[in-house]
């Protein structure tokens, strides 16, 4: 929805990124895009704005649509990327856990004598 729009682009600013549209589930209302756009002040783009390489290379900034003859060179980024803020968690050693199953007894009769049948198949 448009708040949860806006409050990802506020944060991914926080983070130092640079966002530059807007995209997702909410591109299958047309009022939702209408909210989000007033409420980010960027353009929300649908899967047909997203698949035009012009629009896109336009708001990424890179080079024109590139013909046949031109070769196109990524941009180099760096990976990984160091977000600030964001640490690794630190691994944690599992503890084993021990269930309680006895409630199962309520619903289950068990036995050692279906153990040893044949689960199936020819002889």
Known sequence: DA??????????RELGLNVVA??????RSP??????EK?????VLGAAELSDPQLVSELLGI??????D???VPAQVPWPV???GLAEPEAAEAEPVEEDVSFLDEYFTWSDELA????????
């Open 63 to 68: 080079p024109e649509v590139h013909g046949a």
């Open 70 to 72: 031109t070769p196109f």
């Open 39 to 43: 409420a980010t002040g960027l353009p």
């Open 116 to 123: 040893d049948q044949p689960t199936g198949g020819h002889a």
């Open 82 to 84: 160091d977000i600030p």
């Open 22 to 27: 807007v995209s997702g589930r909410l591109t």
């Open 31 to 36: 009022l939702s895009m209408r909210e989000a």
């Open 3 to 12: 708040m949860g729009a806006a409050a990802g682009v506020d944060r991914l």
